[in-house]
Structure formats: C-alpha cells, structure tokens
C-alpha cells in the first residue's frame, strides 16, 4: 500500500490515479501551515477546505480510500511532512506518491523531505496545465524579456485553439485586444450575478474556533462561491450562455453597479484544479462555434488568450526565476500600505469600491488589481513585499504561482521588465475612461494639484521624476518623459511638492 498525497489546490478527479488498480490510501490535510503563511480572506480559506472535503467525499463514494485530516482534528500535526511521517508508519506504507506542487515552497519542502525517507516518495504530474513548469523558460532561452504574444501564438498552434486549417489564426488575426477595452454604456444590461447558496457554519466555525487569521467578511449560511466539480461545470454554463457574447469587449471595464460585469469567476476552479483550462477553453470556443451571429471573434479571442495565453505564461514566469522572483524590487520601493487597503475605508472613489469589494466577496477583476490597488501601491512606493502579501490573502483565486507573477512583475514592475515592458501606471485618466469610479468623488480627477486633486495625478508625475535614472531610457515610456520636460518649472514644482505631501501621509487619503 502507498500514500498518495492530494494538496488543496489539487482537486482534479480526472487524474490518472484514478484509473489505475494501485492500492493507495489518499491523504488531504487542512493544515494551519497553510492558513497561516499570510492573512487570508475568510472566504478564500472556507472555499478551499468545503472544494476539498467535497472532494474527499466524492472519492470515498467512488471507493477509494482517503484519510482526511480537518482542522481541529487532534492528530494533526498542522505541518505538511509531519503529518506525512506518522501516516508513513501508520499505514505502514511501502511508498508514497505526490503530484507536483505549483508553489515553489511546497515544492522545496517535499522535494527536502523526500531525501531522508527509507521508502520511495514519487513526484507525479498534476496533469492540470497544457504546458510543464520550464517549457517557457525553454522557448524564450536567451532573451531578457518575455514577449507574452509570442508564447499565445505558440500557444494556439499547439494546441489547435481557434486555428484555420491552413495555420492560419481564425479571422486571420491574432489578437483582438484594441477591441477588448470599452467603457461600460450607462444603460448597459448586466446579468445577474450567478450565485450558489451553501450553509458552510461548520466550516466557519472550525476555521474561528482555531483562531485563524483572516480577513474580509462572509456570510457562512449563504456562502456564493462553486466548489465542487459539478457547481464548477454549472459556473461554465452561465458563464457561455450568459457573459461570454460581451467578455471581450467588456473585460476592462469597472463599474459601481456590477462586481462582477461579465467575467466567468471561474478563476478559482481552475487555480483548485477542479476544472481544467482546456475543457474550460474548449467549451467556450464551442458555444461561439454555435453562436457566431451572437458572439464575434474578439470576444472569444480575449477569453482564449487569458487562459491558454496569460495563465500559463504567468506559471512559467514564476517556475523559471523562482526563488529569486520572491525578491525583486527594481525601483527599491520601500513604504507599506495604507491601513485602508485592510479596511476599505478612503476617499478615494475607486479604491474604496475596489477594496470594499475584495473585502465583501474575496474577488475584483484583472483591470481593478492591475490599475486601481496595483496602479497606485506602484505610484506610492510600496514595497513589492507589502503589495505580494495583500494580493495573496484577499483574493479567492490567489496561488502564488500566479499572484507574485501578476503582483510583483506586471503591476509592481519590481521585476525590471521580465513580464511588462514596462511600468503600468495611469493618472486619474484612465480610471474615468474606464469606469464610473470618479462620479461623486472627494477628489477631482480634472485637478492635478491643491486641494481637492486626485491623487493618482500628482502621484503619476511624481513616479516619473523620481525613477527617471531607471526608465527615462525604455522606448516606451519616453513620450512621458518629453511632456514633462516641457512642462513650466511651476507646475512641475507644485506636482512634486503636492505629492510630497501625499506620500508623507497615505493614511489620511
């Protein structure tokens, strides 16, 4: 008999250990090394503990035998290899098998642990991603920076992904994100949020009682989120027949009538495991098929490239330059966070919207993490660390695989261009291009200093001037550089002298 160890983001019922005839006794573990590492939200840490007890339960109908290991139970040692060390002798197990962790830690733990055991530990595939960890590290061998463009090109040949039979990309076109980047209409229809109704009180309850830390809030009678493979299945299907004939075109947008818009939310049973990228890309791209009238190219083009494209790029990004990515500050950022990014309590339209939202539901979009929260710890000087932390903990989806790579490279750019060419900033701008956000707010996004100002437009300049000796030089950037030489001495004088201010006080923003 064998131990096969399945982590909590490892949730595939379609792995091949479940077609074989091995005898083996599957081992789950909520475990506070894993609650603790950061805050997480409240949200984030019931959804994994009910998407693997449901697992655990789904397995243990099917036959197979599983030891699962709650968080209040008294022979959890709450250390991943401790508790693997008294299974090993408890089941008197003649080897133990697991399937590759996607973080780095894990990784490192079970890789040194394995090498004082007396019986045979097997690392597996976890047969999730369409790509293994070092393939992008392989196919942008030499090169300093990492063109995503190119790997989703690779990407769709490979894999036959929205591809003419000549080669050919269908519509003859690789990317439509010029399209994907409207404004919400003031009359826009949304559709309603697609909800799931879970009493999770036991859940709850176990994770307040061990005293874990957490942030956010919830609901534990109604708690929304899908867990199991089916509620996941279900999440797919609203998701094709309700928001994918606007994704693309809609997918920046941000708005203060909708948390959602028209994003899929399946981000988190893909990250679990629970459904895998290729059956999720494979069914849109067969309801556009069905639906071409209804749905154009270039929504379902900016759905294939997020997951086939981005996803796996980011998971190939952290394998090639983990463990040094974890350390990366190339502007040598160094403030912390303003209290309010745990409270949600600023003047500041959007980020009040933007927090208060990842606080109440564990989410926001890929436009609100990048230029809402990231656009402006990058303006202020956070430290990568402080940024990586928060990031990690609130969302529901957060896996550091895919965080530090998002967090850390394309919204900090601590990462000095690995991911983004460069540094994605904006002043009030883009925000009132892309959102509603700046309706009603304390500040005027129009006025760039004094009284009233946005922040963000002082704090843009500000950014500029002070890393000119790191980025005067990148071509994309120097249109900027040009503006502010020509601005009058006085204006600029006052730019930096208003974001001094700001930056000695972030907490009163």
Known sequence: ??????????????????????????????????????????????????????????????????????????????????????????????????????????????????????????????????????????????????????????????????????GQPEGDKWNYDKENRSKLPAKATLPPVKFFHRDATDVFNTIEKAGVKTIGSVNPKEFIWPVTRSEGLEMLEWFCDNALHTFGKYQDAMHTDGWSLYHSRLSFLMNAKILSPLEVVERCVEEWRARKDEISLAQIEGFVRQIIGWREYMRGVYWAHMPDYAKKNKLNHQRKLPDWFWTGETDMNCLKHAINQSLDYAYAHHIQRLMVTGNFALLAGVHPDEVDAWYLGIYIDAIEWVEITNTRGMSQFADGGIVGTKPYVSSANYIKKMSNYCDGCTYDPKKRHGEGACPFNSLYWHFYDRHRDELANNPRIGMMYRTWDKMKPEDKRHLLEWGDGLLGDLNSL
């Not at 709650?70 to 697991?98: R, V």
């Open 1 to 166: 008999m064998i131990l096969r160890l399945i982590l909590g983001d490892q949730l595939n019922e379609n792995h091949s250990w479940f077609t074989d005839d091995q005898e083996a006794v599957y081992v789950l573990m909520e475990m506070r090394q894993e609650t603790d590492y950061v805050a997480h939200h409240i949200q984030k840490v019931m959804a994994f503990f009910l998407a693997m007890r449901s697992f655990s339960e789904s397995l243990t109908s099917k036959g197979y035998d599983v030891h699962y290991l709650t968080l209040d139970d008294a022979t959890n040692t709450h250390s991943l290899t401790d508790n693997l060390d008294w299974l090993a002798d408890h089941y008197n197990a003649e080897g133990i098998q697991y399937q590759l962790p996607d973080e780095y830690r894990l990784d490192a733990q079970l890789t040194e642990w394995s090498k004082t055991k007396d019986i045979p530990v097997q690392a597996v595939s976890t047969e999730h991603f369409l790509t293994k960890r070092y393939d992008l590290r392989d196919f942008f061998e030499g090169k300093k920076t990492y063109l995503m463009e190119s790997f989703y090109r690779m990407m769709r040949k490979t894999h036959n992904i929205l591809m003419q039979p000549n």
